[in-house]
């Protein structure tokens, strides 16, 4: 059973809403919902959910506008849950700050999985400070330096900064185009086959198997997730 964790579902489909209510019911969960994009952003105002699932084709005003909004001031995991199943939508909403995307139609299985890793994500974020640890690898953003099962890796800065933003934002799914910026800048927009090499080299450093990694996850076409 889990506690204390309020969804607010973003969804103009009645079937969709009541779905998810009794899913997320049974699973512990207290559930708030909105069926456009301006109920959805006063309720997450009111109530700061601890995560929104929000749907893109709402009837007042597009899903992705609003995601920008809400990303003015709301810092809980926001999970996308849309019939838009293109690349480009995902990659947009990605860009403009969704820590997850899953098309309809879903499992329920498998969207109770996201939320659990989304909501654990944020909720240890929120009490780390110099020290990052997940699974085997650890960081020391203080330091610079960072282990994998207690023994110290050899990286350069920029394979530092890259498993650094990955180790961040464990499980969520980070484009192509943001690893870029954040870690070269913008100039290096579309240098992806830049990013491919070093993710390569990284994976030979951290990964108990390189050919088969389970640490850093390609997702094709779109960008990479930090797994465990």
């Known amino acids: 059973m889990t506690t204390g964790n309020n969804i607010l579902i973003i969804d103009d489909e009645v079937q969709i809403r009541r779905l998810l209510e009794i899913t997320l019911n049974l699973n512990g969960y207290k559930v708030t919902e909105a069926s456009t994009a301006r109920e959805g952003i006063l309720s997450a105002a009111s109530n700061n959910p601890s995560l929104i699932i929000l749907d893109l084709g709402l009837p007042d005003e597009d899903g992705l506008i609003a995601l920008k909004k809400l990303r003015e001031w709301y810092m809980n995991p926001v999970i996308v849950l849309s019939v838009r199943n293109s690349e480009d ?18 499992r329920t299985g498998e969207l109770l999985a996201r939320i659990r890793t989304s909501l654990r994500l944020s909720q240890s974020s929120e009490k780390a400070d110099f020290q990052l640890t997940l699974g085997s690898i650890s960081l020391d953003l203080a330091g610079h330096t960072a282990k994998k099962n207690d023994i110290m890796l050899k990286l350069t800065s920029t394979e530092y900064s890259l498993l650094a933003i990955l180790v961040k934002n464990a499980g969520r799914v980070l484009t192509h185009q943001y690893l870029l910026r954040e870690v070269w800048g913008h100039g290096y927009l579309n240098q992806t086959q830049y990013l491919r090499v070093f993710v390569a080299q990284l994976r030979k450093k951290i990964e108990d198997d390189h050919s088969h990694p389970v640490l850093i996850i390609t997702e094709p076409g779109i960008g990479y997730r930090f797994g465990e």
Do not use: H, Q, R, S
């Open 89 to 106: 939508d995902i990659v947009k909403a990605l860009d403009n700050g969704a820590n997850d995307y899953l098309t309809k139609p879903f």
